[in-house]
C-alpha cells in the first residue's frame, strides 16, 4: 500500500512540490493550510545596508516595486530555493545557507549592517547584524472544510513550517480527523516537535529542502 502525499504549503510553492512529488512517482495532493500575499512596505536607504537577507522565496515573489530599489545589494538566501527565486529576479545571491537563519548568520560579524525580508510571522532572531526587519508578505491561515479535512485521513503530510505543523494538529481536531491516522513528514526536528504529539509516525529530512523532504515521506508512505 501507498499512502498519497498532502502538500500543505500555499501557492504557488504547492504546485512546485506537487510536480517533485509526482516526479519521484508517488501519488499527491495539494491542501494548503495558508494563503499569501503582500504587504505595504517602504524600502528603506539601501546605502545604510550591506546586504539582504532572504528566509523565504515569498519575500521575492511578493517584495513588489520596492525590491527594486535594493537590488543593488547582495543576497544571502537561507536555502536553495529561496537563492534560485532571488537570482530568477534579478539579484545577486552572495551565500546561501542550507539549515536555517541561525546557522545562515553564523558566519556573520556582528558590525554587518544586514537588512531581514521576510514574512509577518516568522522565527524571532537576536543575531547583532540583523539591523532591520520588514515584513513584506503575510501568510493568512485558511480554514479546511470538512471533507478537505477528511481527505488527510491515511495520508504522509509534508510540514515546510513550524506554523503549518501547528496548523495541521488545529484543523484535524476542529474537524475531529484522529492524529493518529496521519504521518508526519518534517523539514526539521523543530517542525516536527511543533506538530505536538498524536501521530501514527514522523520523519525528518536530512536537508531543509524538497528533495529532501519527499524522500523522508517516501519512507512513511510506502507500507511494507
Known amino acids: 500500500m501507498t499512502r498519497p502525499l498532502a502538500i500543505l504549503r500555499p501557492a504557488p510553492g504547492d504546485r512546485a512540490t506537487l510536480e517533485r512529488v509526482h516526479a519521484a512517482g508517488l501519488a499527491a495532493r495539494a491542501t494548503p493550510l495558508f494563503t499569501v500575499g503582500?504587504?505595504?512596505?517602504?524600502?528603506?536607504?539601501?546605502?545604510?545596508?550591506?546586504?539582504?537577507?532572504?528566509?523565504?522565496?515569498?519575500?521575492?515573489?511578493?517584495?513588489?516595486?520596492?525590491?527594486?530599489?535594493?537590488?543593488?545589494?547582495?543576497?544571502?538566501?537561507?536555502?536553495?530555493?529561496?537563492?534560485?527565486?532571488?537570482?530568477?529576479?534579478?539579484?545577486?545571491?552572495?551565500?546561501?545557507?542550507d539549515s536555517d537563519l541561525a546557522a545562515l548568520l553564523a558566519g556573520q560579524p556582528p558590525q554587518r549592517r544586514l537588512l531581514w525580508l521576510a514574512g509577518q510571522d516568522r522565527t524571532a532572531s537576536t543575531h547583532p547584524a540583523l539591523r532591520q526587519f520588514i515584513p513584506v508578505y503575510?501568510?493568512?491561515?485558511?480554514?479546511?472544510?470538512?471533507?478537505?479535512?477528511?481527505?488527510?485521513?491515511?495520508?504522509?503530510?509534508?510540514?515546510?513550517?513550524?506554523?503549518?505543523?501547528?496548523?495541521?494538529?488545529?484543523?484535524?481536531?476542529?474537524?475531529?480527523?484522529?492524529?493518529?491516522?496521519?504521518?508526519?513528514?518534517?523539514l526539521s526536528a523543530a517542525i516536527a516537535d511543533a506538530a505536538g504529539p498524536g501521530w501514527a509516525d514522523r520523519?525528518?529530512?536530512?536537508r531543509p529542502?524538497?528533495?529532501?523532504?519527499?524522500?523522508?515521506?517516501?519512507?512513511?508512505?510506502?507500507?511494507?
Not at 529542502?209 to 511494507?224: E, Q
Request: no cysteine; proline share 9%; net charge neutral.
Open 203 to 206: 520523519a525528518i529530512a536530512a
Open 38 to 97: 503582500p504587504l505595504a512596505w517602504a524600502p528603506p536607504d539601501p546605502a545604510a545596508f550591506d546586504a539582504l537577507v532572504l528566509t523565504s522565496a515569498n519575500a521575492v515573489r511578493h517584495g513588489g516595486p520596492g525590491l527594486a530599489i535594493l537590488a543593488q545589494l547582495p543576497v544571502l538566501a537561507v536555502g536553495p530555493q529561496t537563492a534560485a527565486v532571488a537570482a530568477a529576479a534579478g539579484l545577486t545571491v552572495a551565500a546561501t545557507g
Open 209 to 224: 529542502d524538497d528533495t529532501a523532504l519527499i524522500a523522508a515521506a517516501r519512507r512513511l508512505a510506502i507500507d511494507p
Open 138 to 186: 503575510a501568510s493568512t491561515p485558511r480554514p479546511l472544510n470538512a471533507a478537505e479535512a477528511e481527505s488527510l485521513h491515511g495520508s504522509v503530510a509534508l510540514l515546510h513550517s513550524a506554523r503549518a505543523a501547528q496548523r495541521l494538529g488545529t484543523e484535524l481536531d476542529r474537524h475531529r480527523v484522529p492524529r493518529g491516522t496521519v504521518r508526519i513528514a518534517a
